[in-house]
């Protein structure tokens, strides 16, 4: 809700994982023409490492989920969440949200922030997170986030299909004559004229026997 209008959700990530990974899929391909899809979360577990992509670069299958790094996700939203809300990317949470909806209390943002960043030993600097149960609202906020990458994602795919096809239908049509350079009519010009071979006369022939 902003200004007293209803917003709509341009993209929704639903979790992959559980015992109802199938019916995800199916609800997901059902809902496509909304942007909902079906989202894993991988990471290395007390290990520290990350990827080089948050969402992979290809589109997956239409059987299987988008399989997102959720400890790069988890890195970026944290800063965000400790950042000023000023900032370019600051979260903010609105004082009142409409009746039924999830009440941003205190054991709301006590869940939010439950996940903590852990050392990692013998890697300065390495950290990994602590996952902890019940983190409801963190868990969501992470697959939000997943969604709207992916839609830019796919944004970015459909625009890049399309460029070459428009790069194509330009190299097609008839390019026009360029006109000559100051410096090809100056080369021109200084050319010498070559001299023409004159041709004798068959009398002019005959007169020299």
């Not at 903010?92 to 209390?105: A, H, I, K």
């Not at 625009?159 to 097609?172: F, H, I, L, M, R």
């Not at 360029?178 to 410096?183: D, G, L, M, Q």
């Amino acid at each position: 809700m902003r200004d007293g209008r209803l917003l709509r959700a341009e993209s929704v990530g639903v979790d992959h994982g559980g015992h109802y990974s199938d019916d995800v899929i199916q609800f997901c391909a059902e809902n496509a023409h909304r942007n909902w899809y079906a989202v894993k979360g991988h990471g290395s577990k007390g290990k520290g490492t990350r990827g080089d992509r948050i969402v992979p670069r290809r589109t997956p299958a239409p059987d299987k989920p988008w399989s997102i790094d959720v400890n790069m996700i988890k890195d970026r939203i944290f800063q965000r969440l400790h950042d000023e809300p000023e900032k370019p990317g600051g979260i903010l949470f609105p004082d009142s949200v409409p009746e039924g909806s999830v009440q941003f209390d205190k054991a709301f943002f006590t869940r939010l922030t439950r996940e903590k960043q852990i050392p990692v030993q013998g890697e300065p600097g390495a950290f990994y997170w602590s996952s902890p149960s019940d983190q409801e609202p963190w868990d969501c906020l992470i697959y939000a986030y997943a969604a709207m990458l992916i839609l830019k994602s796919r944004s970015k795919m459909a625009t890049a299909k399309v460029a070459p096809q428009k790069k194509k239908a330009a190299s097609e049509k008839s390019e026009p004559e360029k006109a000559p350079s100051e410096t090809e009519k100056q080369k021109t010009a200084a050319a010498p004229a070559r001299p023409k071979a004159r041709r004798k006369s068959p009398r002019a022939r005959v007169a020299r026997y």
